[in-house]
Every structure is written in C-alpha cells, then in structure tokens.
C-alpha cells in the first residue's frame, strides 16, 4: 500500500487567513481525494484531485474556498481560503491504489480557526 | 444516493467482552465495504475489507460479513482489549461515477476498560 506524508499536522490560524496543506505519496497514484472531519462527526469528501485535470468538488464546497493543486503523480495541495472558526476540522488526503483496491489516508491536518 | 448508517455510540465494554457494530447502507448496484479504525490523535487505518456479497473481511481479530439481502457489514470481535479502544467507521464505495471515493457512516467510538 502506499504510504501518505501530510503536512503541517496541526496549525492554529487567525480568521481570514489562508492555510496551505500538502500530501506527498511515496509512488505514483491517479486519484487523490481531500476529505473533512469537523469536531466529532464523521468524513466527508470535499474534493476529487486527478492529475492534469481540474478538480472537482462536492456538493457544499466550491473552488474559492478550498482550492486544489495537483502538479504530479504524488503531489497534492488543499489550501483552505478565508478561514472562519466553522473552518476548524481535520482535514485528510486519500489516495486509491487499484492494485489492491485499497484506499490509504494520510494522518490528517488539525486545523483550529481563532 | 449512498449512504452509511452506524449503531449509535459511544460503546463501553469490559476486557475480553464480545463485540459488534453494526452498520447497513444504501446504495445503487454492488458497492465495496470497509471498516476504518481511527485510534485517538492518529490517522484512519483500513481495518478490513469486502468488496462482494458474502465475503468476509477479517484482521486483528476483527471480521465483517458483507449481507447484500439485509445490506449489512457489522464488526464483530469475540474479545476486546483495552488497546481496541477507538473510533470505528464503516464506510462503502459504490463504484461507477463514484469510483475511488468513500461515503462514511457517523463513526462509534468504542471505550473498552481493564
């Protein structure tokens, strides 16, 4: 399975700023995938990151708020743009492996909002 | 659309107690079935898998049965142990235009005492 580096793991923020995340995989996946976990509740996906393509967003999340990057292969970026304090969650990267039908996930970004 | 449906938690039980969570789902054609583990200040980890009717996922002492007539996939474990004490989530993947991405039960956190 692959192996996900996710970074920063924690990050307090002022409201209105902007915090980059990043999601390195250690081989080279076709689908990336950006999920939310909000204080106690459960996942749900914000995004689809597919190299060489727009992203393309869920119901409820739209591109000036969460815009992504995937530059390559094993790369990804979710920035999330003027932060409110609703903002504050854990966010996650997944990839999907076909080889084994699997998905992994990387240990999440802890963001608090102040 | 799909969707996940979890017991109700938290749960509480004794070292060596019997375990089972359940969870049913909704969705259209043959989805795949998944139990992650969050354990507390980690990322999500697969717990086991199943992606046909009447396969059975196993690992860690763990099993779930995938029942396409009651659209059931409960984790059941015969003895808990204090280190099994996280949060559970059932999730599906439903394949066709949702290929490679998870729908997410509520999640059940599970607290087990020596």
């Known amino acids: 399975s692959a192996v996900i580096s996710q970074k920063p793991s924690r990050d307090i923020c002022q409201r209105g700023t902007s915090l980059t995340i990043q999601c390195q995989v250690d081989s080279q996946v076709t689908m990336m995938f950006w999920y939310r976990q909000q204080p106690g509740q459960s996942l749900t996906l914000i995004a689809t990151a597919n190299q060489g393509s727009e992203a393309t967003y869920e119901s409820g999340f739209v591109i000036d708020k969460f815009p992504i990057s995937r530059p390559n292969l094993t790369f990804s970026t979710l920035t999330v743009s003027n932060m409110s304090p609703e903002d504050s969650s854990i966010y996650l990267c997944?990839?999907?492996?076909?080889?084994?039908?699997?998905?992994?996930f990387g240990s999440g970004t802890r963001l608090t909002v102040v | 659309g799909n969707s996940v449906t979890q017991m109700e938690g938290p749960v509480t039980l004794s070292e060596e107690a019997f375990l089972t969570i359940n969870c049913t789902y909704t969705?259209?054609?043959?989805?795949?079935l998944f139990w992650y583990v969050q354990y507390p200040g980690e990322g999500l980890q697969l717990l086991l898998k199943a992606t046909k009717a009447d396969d059975k996922g196993s690992n860690k002492g763990f099993e779930a049965t995938y029942r396409k007539e009651t659209t059931s996939f409960h984790l059941e474990k015969g003895s808990v142990q204090v280190s099994d004490s996280a949060v559970y989530f059932c999730?599906?993947?439903?394949?066709?235009?949702?290929?490679?991405?998870?729908?997410f039960g509520q999640g059940t956190i599970l607290t087990v005492h020596p």
């Open positions: 969705a259209t054609g043959y989805p795949s």
């Open positions: 997944s990839v999907f492996l076909q080889t084994n039908y699997g998905y992994t």
């Open positions: 999730a599906l993947n439903a394949g066709g235009t949702s290929y490679g991405k998870l729908t």
